[in-house]
């Protein structure tokens, strides 16, 4: 039996990932327990109707992503159907927000598909001891993590208000959001992760649970048919990979866009002689991070195949100067190491979340079709089964003296933007894993039409021509969390989980 060590966003989650390890259960079968567990248990923050990538790196053999992201749904529906059942909302979430939400945003999901994947090339125990501890949670209630009473307190009244069942299981009588540490039981959860555990993922795809998941969407102007979740496919892809410092770096391929910019980012970064958080870092990084999303957003955001969009990027980005590239919420993530060098890195997302909660089912449901930074001409043009654009970049490495790293964030935008931070960090920087994490970031993005750098109190904050300076007192989970795992072969086993978001690490095996 091998040891293994899980980094999640939440204690229970990473403890869940450690009981499936005691069994005898692998790096994948724990990241796959502690995902569940999040989708079942982060209200808010990831829903058992979300989807998500899983990037796995077997010892001795070449990684591959499994891409079980979010379909276009909408088969056999008439035009008229689309762009129904929708609502846009704003609310305070590190600035304003804007998002569109109800059943019209629920996107065919994709989560459980891939996890089902996962475990069927790699998981060394039943299906149904890995359901097993959100199995449990659900039938005693859990309590609530600090990343999901934190995200509800944001967006309890704009997501989850509308929705009367939704408001029921996350509000007092009084109208307050549930708090940090309350006992939560969500009605028919249990039920449903008994039905999963017994009959696999296709009890969610075109068992009872399809059926009245179906159901309920299409009486309220939904999109997904019986159709879209029968004929879904979690997908198996090769990595982007690429060469940082004495690391090589696998992360998320097209048609996601998360792994492109991270890998672009980093290849710039590389070329730089970076020794501390100085001024001077401050503004080169801000200069990568200005390069690779202004890129995304001329070249790969509006890209039918982004095949050939990434390779421009990647390769403009291996010359090392940012200035090629000027010239042409609702996340998980979880990270598992084993001692026999396997690697697992799962991130997955139901957007900013669509409010809906089936009735009896106890299942939140994404609003992928919603989430306007990601499709800001609306998805209505889309082809039932186009998979969606995506962020999320789950990323494993191996250095050239044998050690392995997981690492993955939640953080729409920001996903990226972290990943590249925490890796310059620890790879070049020297500092460790935690130290790697905990450091304060930074983040480009365009506020009301701006060029805007967001930043955490802690790094020296330089005036640039043509930014806005947004800061944050302290740190904020607007800047992600990032959870990270790392097997070295005289060391063992090492773990960090982002204070930002109250994560848990956890180990187990002999």
Same mark, same amino acid.
């Given at each position: 039996?091998?040891?293994?060590?899980?980094?999640?966003?939440? &204690?229970?989650?990473?403890?869940? !990932? #450690?009981?499936?390890?005691?069994?005898?259960?692998?790096?994948?079968?724990?990241?796959?327990?502690?995902?569940?567990?999040?989708? @079942?248990?982060?209200?808010?923050?990831?829903?058992?109707?979300? @989807?998500?990538?899983?990037?796995?790196?077997?010892?001795?053999?070449?990684?591959?992503?499994?891409?079980?992201?979010?379909?276009?749904?909408?088969?056999?529906?008439?035009?008229?159907? *689309?762009?129904?059942?929708?609502?846009?909302?704003?609310?305070?979430?590190?600035?304003?927000? @804007?998002?569109?939400?109800?059943?019209?945003?629920?996107?065919? %999901?994709?989560?459980?598909? =891939? /996890?089902?994947?996962?475990?069927?090339?790699? !998981?060394?125990?039943?299906?149904?001891?890995?359901?097993?501890? +959100? &199995?449990?949670?659900?039938?005693?209630?859990?309590?609530?993590?600090?990343? #999901?009473?934190?995200?509800?307190?944001?967006?309890?009244?704009?997501?989850?208000?509308?929705?009367?069942?939704?408001?029921?299981?996350?509000?007092?009588?009084?109208?307050?959001?549930?708090?940090?540490?309350?006992?939560?039981?969500?009605?028919?959860?249990?039920?449903?992760?008994?039905?999963?555990?017994?009959?696999?993922?296709?009890? *969610?795809?075109?068992?009872?649970?399809?059926?009245?998941?179906?159901?309920?969407?299409?009486? $309220?102007?939904?999109?997904?048919? =019986?159709?879209?979740?029968?004929?879904?496919?979690?997908?198996?892809?090769?990595?982007?990979?690429?060469?940082?410092?004495?690391? &090589?770096?696998?992360?998320?391929?097209?048609?996601?866009?998360?792994?492109?910019?991270?890998?672009?980012?980093?290849? /710039?970064?590389?070329?730089?002689?970076?020794?501390?958080?100085?001024?001077?870092?401050?503004?080169?990084?801000?200069?990568?991070?200005?390069?690779?999303?202004?890129?995304?957003?001329?070249?790969?955001?509006?890209?039918?195949?982004?095949?050939?969009?990434?390779?421009?990027?990647?390769?403009?980005?291996?010359?090392?100067?940012?200035?090629?590239?000027?010239?042409?919420?609702?996340?998980?993530?979880?990270?598992?190491?084993?001692?026999?060098?396997?690697?697992?890195?799962?991130?997955?997302?139901?957007?900013?979340?669509?409010?809906?909660?089936?009735?009896?089912?106890? *299942?939140?449901?994404? $609003?992928?079709?919603?989430?306007?930074?990601?499709?800001?001409?609306?998805?209505?043009?889309?082809?039932?089964?186009?998979?969606?654009?995506? $962020?999320?970049? %789950?990323?494993? +490495?191996?250095?050239?003296?044998?050690?392995?790293? =997981?690492?993955?964030?939640?953080?729409?935008?920001?996903?990226?933007?972290?990943?590249?931070?925490?890796?310059? $960090?620890?790879?070049?920087?020297?500092?460790?894993?935690?130290?790697?994490?905990?450091?304060?970031?930074?983040?480009?993005?365009?506020r009301e039409g701006a060029p805007t750098i967001v930043i955490e109190a802690g790094i020296p904050i330089p005036e640039i021509e043509g930014f806005i300076i947004h800061r944050f007192p302290q740190r904020s989970m607007y800047f992600g969390g990032v959870q990270a795992t790392l097997w070295h072969p005289q060391q063992g086993l090492s773990a960090a989980a982002? %204070?930002?978001?109250?994560?848990?690490?956890?180990?187990?095996?002999?």
């Open positions: 039996m091998s040891q293994v060590i899980i980094a999640s966003g939440s &204690q229970i989650s990473a403890d869940a !990932g #450690a009981a499936v390890a005691n069994q005898g259960g692998n790096a994948v079968d724990a990241a796959i327990a502690a995902t569940i567990v999040s989708m @079942s248990t982060d209200l808010g923050v990831m829903a058992a109707g979300g @989807s998500g990538f899983i990037t796995i790196w077997p010892a001795n053999a070449h990684p591959i992503v499994i891409d079980g992201y979010a379909e276009m749904p909408g088969r056999g529906l008439e035009n008229e159907r *689309f762009g129904k059942g929708i609502r846009e909302v704003f609310f305070d979430y590190g600035g304003k927000i @804007s998002t569109v939400l109800g059943y019209g945003t629920i996107a065919t %999901p994709g989560m459980f598909a =891939a /996890l089902g994947k996962a475990w069927e090339q790699y !998981g060394n125990l039943s299906w149904a001891d890995v359901v097993a501890p +959100a &199995q449990k949670w659900a039938e005693r209630g859990f309590p609530l993590s600090g990343g #999901a009473a934190e995200y509800l307190l944001h967006a309890h009244t704009a997501i989850f208000s509308w929705h009367p069942q939704s408001y029921k299981t996350l509000h007092h009588v009084d109208g307050t959001p549930v708090q940090h540490g309350e006992i939560i039981h969500v009605p028919g959860l249990a039920e449903s992760l008994k039905l999963i555990a017994q009959e696999g993922v296709q009890a *969610f795809y075109t068992g009872e649970l399809g059926e009245r998941i179906v159901k309920e969407i299409q009486e $309220n102007q939904g999109l997904l048919t =019986a159709a879209d979740l029968a004929a879904y496919q979690a997908i198996e892809r090769s990595p982007i990979c690429i060469n940082f410092d004495d690391w &090589q770096i696998a992360t998320n391929p097209p048609p996601a866009v998360g792994g492109a910019c991270l890998a672009a980012m980093l290849l /710039l970064l590389d070329g730089y002689c970076l020794r501390e958080w100085n001024l001077a870092t401050v503004k080169q990084m801000v200069e990568v991070q200005h390069a690779v999303l202004n890129y995304r957003n001329y070249h790969l955001d509006l890209a039918g195949d982004r095949t050939g969009s990434t390779a421009k990027l990647l390769e403009l980005a291996s010359v090392g100067k940012p200035q090629t590239l000027l010239t042409s919420p609702s996340t998980i993530h979880i990270s598992a190491v084993d001692s026999n060098g396997l690697a697992c890195a799962i991130t997955a997302s139901a957007g900013y979340g669509s409010g809906v909660m089936v009735a009896g089912t106890g *299942f939140w449901f994404n $609003n992928s079709l919603g989430e306007i930074e990601l499709h800001p001409q609306g998805c209505q043009h889309l082809k039932p089964g186009v998979r969606l654009t995506s $962020n999320m970049s %789950p990323t494993i +490495a191996h250095c050239a003296d044998g050690s392995v790293l =997981a690492i993955g964030s939640p953080g729409a935008s920001r996903i990226t933007t972290a990943l590249a931070q925490v890796l310059l $960090n620890f790879v070049h920087l020297g500092m460790s894993l935690e130290d790697a994490i905990a450091h304060p970031r930074l983040h480009v993005e365009t982002d %204070p930002r978001r109250t994560g848990g690490v956890a180990s187990g095996g002999t």
